[in-house]
């Protein structure tokens, strides 16, 4: 497994906008495609986006879409920013990478996961 370490959440005021970032621990380009995933008590976890290894694929859930940019680096990183933060947004974001071909938004897809990082946006 390939540990993933996330940071950049905390307390924003809706309409601000806040970058998250996930490193593996060590570099490593055995994860095909990274994602992001939200979380609220209660729920199970819900894509937010996701991006390949090669960036060429590029996925975001439409509660997102047009809001946010995921990429990227070199070094297997993946950043996540959020821009016009809503309420709605709050939530434990997730980082999360599958060793296999292809991309997906089932949870259940992916074997390797970060601690999670807490967003909480204010009103």
């Known amino acids: 497994q390939v540990q993933l370490v996330e940071s950049g959440g905390g307390l924003v005021q809706a309409g601000g906008s806040l970058v998250l970032s996930c490193a593996p621990a060590?570099?490593?380009?055995?994860?095909?495609?990274m994602a992001w995933f939200r979380q609220v008590p209660g729920k199970e976890r819900e894509f937010v986006a996701g991006?390949?290894?090669?960036?060429?694929?590029t996925d975001y859930a439409d509660s997102v879409k047009g809001r946010s940019t995921i990429s990227r680096d070199t070094n297997s990183a993946v950043y996540l920013q959020l821009n016009s933060l809503k309420s709605e947004d709050t939530g434990v974001y997730y980082c999360?990478?599958?060793?296999?071909?292809?991309?997906?938004?089932?949870?259940?897809?992916?074997?390797?996961w970060g601690q999670g990082t807490q967003v909480t946006v204010s009103s």
């Open positions: 991006i390949s290894f090669n960036r060429r694929i």
């Open positions: 060590e570099r490593t380009f055995s994860l095909f495609f």
């Open positions: 999360s990478g599958r060793r296999s071909y292809g991309q997906t938004r089932n949870p259940h897809d992916y074997d390797n």
